[in-house]
């Protein structure tokens, strides 16, 4: 219940009739953008090979 008490008390949902779980109203079903794990995107690594055969022969 502690998991579900943080998310009442960071407004990510409305639990007010705490007799079940049925009666919780989600208001956010998302991270906020202040929260989310800032991810470098990184270039797909280069390949020489023009005709793709590396694929077939080394699988």
Do not use: C, F
Not at 7 to 28: F, G, Q
Not at 34 to 58: H, V
Request: charged fraction near 25%; charge should be negative.
């Amino acid at each position: 219940m502690a998991a579900l008490d943080a998310l009442v008390a960071a407004e990510y949902i409305h639990w007010e009739d705490r007799s079940d779980t049925a009666h919780i109203l989600i208001l956010e079903g998302w991270e906020r953008d202040a929260e989310k794990t800032k991810i470098d995107p990184k270039p797909a690594p280069a390949y020489n090979n023009n005709n793709n055969t590396d694929y077939w022969a080394q699988y």
